[in-house]
T-cell receptor, first 120, second 111 residues
Framework: GAVVSQHPSRVICKSGTSVKIECRSL??????MFWYRQFPKQSLMLMAT?????????EQGVEKDKFLINHASLTLSTLTVTSAHPEDSSFYIC????????????????FGPGTRLTVL | QKEVEQDPGPLSVPEGAIVSLNCTYS??????FMWYRQYSRKGPELLMY????GNKEDGRFTAQVDKSSKYISLFIRDSQPSDSATYLC???????????FGPGTSLSVIP
């Protein structure tokens, strides 16, 4: 099946620092990648949608200057949490939708394993 | 009213039982329906994907969609302890639309 990786899997940082999380589609090209946030025992909340080569579209209530998203290639998207604070501590998950013409279904999203961010 | 509702559980069943997981939704425009399984501290894994109403079977899993009732179900036959996880229903209006997730149901299968 389609494989999506995230790095790092876990990060602990001090308040005020910035943290970058990478999301890679390993065996397919992804025209669209999605970033989600998940609090304990809650569902996934979509933060933003990014298309390769264009600016990300952020959901209502998500600060685009705080959560910087870059989708520089068809296999890589990054989420940078700038000036992180304890309330940003959460589980961040990316997903990728395959590009048409590849081996995987373009109707579905494939999820990464998630990154647990803890801000002290 | 939330767009997608799901009983959060927790649901606890003995090994070998048939499990029924359900979601209701309010937006009649949803046409694509999915079930994801999420183990603790992991990303969601796609289990079933259906378009419009009807049934779909894959091994021990059966997904049902009743658009007239705005109700979807996932059945797990011969449940195993390894099925213990949170099950998220998800849906979208069009192929390229964003996915809306339910809150998830926590399932424990007791050996």
């Amino acid at each position: 099946g389609a494989v999506v990786s995230q790095h790092p899997s876990r990060v602990i940082c001090k308040s005020g620092t910035s943290v970058k999380i990478e999301c890679r589609s390993l065996d397919f090209q992804a025209t669209t990648m999605f970033w989600y946030r998940q609090f304990p025992k809650q569902s996934l909340m979509l933060m933003a949608t990014s298309n390769e080569g264009s600016k990300a579209t952020y959901e209502q209530g998500v600060e685009k200057d705080k959560f910087l998203i870059n989708h520089a290639s068809l296999t890589l998207s990054t989420l940078t949490v700038t000036s992180a604070h304890p309330e940003d501590s959460s589980f961040y998950i990316c997903s990728a939708r395959p590009r048409a013409g590849g081996p995987h279904d373009t109707d579905t999203q494939y999820f990464g394993p998630g990154t647990r961010l803890t801000v002290l | 009213q939330k767009e997608v509702e799901q009983d959060p559980g927790p649901l606890s069943v003995p090994e070998g039982a048939i499990v029924s997981l359900n979601c209701t939704y309010s937006n009649s425009a949803f046409q694509y329906f999915m079930w994801y399984r999420q183990y603790s501290r992991k990303g969601p894994e796609l289990l079933m994907y259906t378009y419009s109403s009807g049934n779909k079977e894959d091994g021990r899993f059966t997904a049902q969609v009743d658009k007239s009732s705005k109700y979807i179900s996932l059945f797990i036959r011969d449940s195993q302890p390894s099925d213990s996880a949170t099950y998220l229903c998800a849906m979208k209006r069009t192929s390229y639309d964003k996915v809306i997730f339910g809150p998830g149901t926590s399932l424990s299968v007791i050996p």
